[in-house]
């Protein structure tokens, strides 16, 4: 390609484009040029190289900020090309600099953690609900973190010296609890400010424009869409990709490049997944707030495919009745899964802390897919049983408690 067409063409890459195009197009602006259309897939675990000075030194480089490899990979703990394509993509979708996968959303917490310990700054401000298992990794202290936890009004009061994070989720899993993202931002001063966003996706909400340092997604969620692939990935500057790249390589907790793959194929439909599986909840949302089986609904302001709502009958019921709905734990994927989180995904969390967060032992969690509306109401409306009779025991309960 001569001078002039490649300049054209940088011209055009770095227009700024709408998230629609990214989610299709980010990580692969050299297939072309390379005479590719679908991304290549490398599975190579190691790289031949004749100079081992110049390996020597890239490899200092790497030990010194952690910046991403220049020049051809080493070995795949330290990275890999097709993982970096999904890096790549997130990154523009989020507005970030960058972006670090890790093996699953539990790998990235844990890097960010281990992160932040590392120099010093064990102090973690988390605000409830969080996921189950990120829960139970701050509150259990196994990366050595002491946590406090707090509402967002709480946060400012609650930094100390070595506080190195604040954790929050909006919308929280399960409860869809939201916080205004920007005034929490702003009560954590310095301090990096980490936000879930796996719940919104960069579709509905960009945490880092309001202020988050860190974003993190569980990206077997909707990221990649199809329940088939688990992974995590962190968003951020290169100063803390950096980190959390060196963190990856001594810990091992990389994305395999089978999954770099589905994660990107998984981001280019996004934005479409997001918008209809939502138009779906919403729906669906409406319909249980009007239902008298149903004492509460918790729809967040933001949107999104997530909806809470609370029965008055028995909630292990109502699971055991839907059968197009399948009653799993998880969530994000092109089908709709319906779960219990005081007995599935916030069984980990004690009981009080539980209840504390307004994770009810009524509370059901749907995740809702692509399916027709009318036929996913369908399931439902049978599966919340029968209404007057077992209503009415309930609430002749409640009223003699
Ligand atoms: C599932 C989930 C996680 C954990 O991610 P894994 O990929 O299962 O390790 C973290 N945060 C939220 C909000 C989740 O829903």
Same mark, same amino acid.
């Given at each position: 390609m001569d001078?002039?067409?490649?300049?054209a063409?940088? /011209?055009?890459?770095?227009?700024?484009?709408a998230?629609?195009?990214?989610?299709?197009?980010? @990580?692969?602006?050299?297939?072309?040029?390379q005479? !590719?259309?679908a991304?290549?897939i490398?599975?190579?675990?190691?790289?031949p190289?004749y100079?081992?000075?110049?390996?020597?030194?890239r490899?200092?480089?790497f030990?010194?900020?952690?910046?991403?490899?220049?020049g *051809?990979?080493?070995?795949?703990?330290?990275?890999? %090309?097709?993982? /970096?394509?999904?890096?790549?993509?997130?990154?523009?979708? $989020?507005?970030? $600099?960058?972006?670090v996968a890790?093996?699953?959303?539990?790998?990235?917490?844990s890097?960010?953690?281990?992160?932040? &310990?590392a120099?010093?700054?064990?102090?973690?401000?988390?605000?409830?609900?969080?996921y189950?298992?990120?829960?139970?990794l701050l509150?259990?202290?196994?990366?050595?973190?002491?946590?406090?936890?707090? +509402? *967002?009004?709480?946060?400012? @009061?609650?930094?100390?010296p070595?506080?190195?994070l604040v954790?929050?989720?909006?919308?929280?899993?399960?409860?869809?609890?939201?916080a +205004?993202?920007? &005034?929490v931002?702003?009560a954590?001063? %310095?301090? %990096?400010l980490?936000?879930d966003?796996?719940? &919104?996706?960069?579709v509905?909400?960009r *945490?880092?424009?309001?202020? /988050?340092?860190?974003?993190? #997604?569980?990206?077997?969620?909707?990221?990649?869409? #199809?329940?088939d =692939?688990?992974a995590g990935?962190?968003?951020c500057?290169e $100063?803390?990709?950096g980190?959390?790249?060196?963190?990856?390589?001594?810990?091992?907790? =990389?994305?395999h490049?089978?999954?770099g793959?589905?994660?990107?194929?998984?981001?280019?439909?996004? %934005?479409?997944r997001?918008?209809?599986?939502?138009?779906n909840?919403?729906?669906?949302?409406r319909?249980?707030a009007?239902?008298?089986?149903? /004492?509460r609904?918790?729809?967040?302001?933001?949107?999104?495919?997530m909806?809470?709502?609370?029965?008055h009958?028995?909630? #292990?019921?109502?699971?055991?009745?839907?059968?197009?709905?399948?009653?799993a734990?998880?969530?994000?994927?092109? +089908?709709?899964l319906?779960?219990?989180?005081?007995?599935?995904?916030?069984?980990i969390?004690?009981?009080?802390?539980?209840?504390?967060?307004?994770?009810? +032992?009524?509370?059901?969690?749907?995740?809702?897919? !692509?399916e027709?509306?009318d036929?996913?109401?369908?399931d439902l409306?049978?599966?919340?049983?029968?209404?007057?009779?077992?209503?009415?025991?309930?609430?002749?309960? $409640?009223?003699?408690?």
């Amino acid at each position: 390609m001569d001078t002039a067409s490649t300049g054209a063409y940088d /011209a055009v890459r770095t227009a700024p484009r709408a998230l629609a195009t990214e989610a299709v197009h980010a @990580g692969r602006d050299d297939l072309a040029r390379q005479g !590719l259309h679908a991304p290549p897939i490398d599975l190579s675990t190691t790289y031949p190289s004749y100079d081992s000075r110049a390996e020597a030194a890239r490899i200092d480089a790497f030990a010194g900020d952690g910046a991403d490899l220049a020049g *051809p990979p080493v070995y795949a703990r330290l990275g890999n %090309p097709t993982v /970096a394509r999904f890096e790549t993509a997130l990154a523009r979708l $989020e507005g970030t $600099e960058t972006a670090v996968a890790f093996a699953s959303g539990m790998a990235a917490l844990s890097a960010v953690l281990l992160a932040c &310990a590392a120099t010093g700054l064990r102090h973690a401000v988390a605000v409830r609900p969080l996921y189950g298992c990120s829960d139970h990794l701050l509150t259990a202290g196994l990366l050595g973190t002491e946590v406090t936890w707090t +509402d *967002p009004d709480g946060i400012a @009061g609650a930094l100390r010296p070595d506080t190195g994070l604040v954790l929050i989720e909006s919308p929280a899993n399960p409860t869809l609890a939201e916080a +205004d993202l920007r &005034a929490v931002a702003r009560a954590c001063g %310095p301090v %990096p400010l980490l936000v879930d966003n796996t719940f &919104a996706t960069p579709v509905l909400q960009r *945490p880092a424009e309001q202020g /988050a340092r860190l974003v993190l #997604h569980s990206a077997t969620k909707y990221l990649g869409g #199809h329940g088939d =692939v688990l992974a995590g990935v962190v968003a951020c500057d290169e $100063e803390f990709a950096g980190r959390l790249r060196q963190i990856r390589f001594a810990t091992g907790g =990389v994305l395999h490049p089978l999954a770099g793959y589905l994660l990107l194929r998984g981001l280019s439909t996004l %934005p479409v997944r997001v918008r209809a599986a939502s138009a779906n909840a919403a729906e669906l949302a409406r319909r249980l707030a009007a239902d008298p089986r149903v /004492a509460r609904v918790r729809y967040p302001r933001l949107g999104g495919a997530m909806v809470a709502f609370e029965v008055h009958g028995d909630p #292990h019921e109502v699971i055991s009745r839907v059968r197009l709905v399948t009653p799993a734990v998880s969530l994000g994927s092109v +089908d709709t899964l319906i779960q219990h989180p005081a007995s599935i995904s916030h069984r980990i969390v004690d009981a009080d802390d539980r209840r504390g967060a307004g994770v009810t +032992d009524r509370l059901l969690r749907l995740s809702v897919g !692509l399916e027709d509306v009318d036929d996913l109401w369908a399931d439902l409306d049978r599966a919340l049983g029968a209404p007057c009779e077992r209503q009415g025991v309930e609430e002749l309960r $409640e009223a003699v408690r």
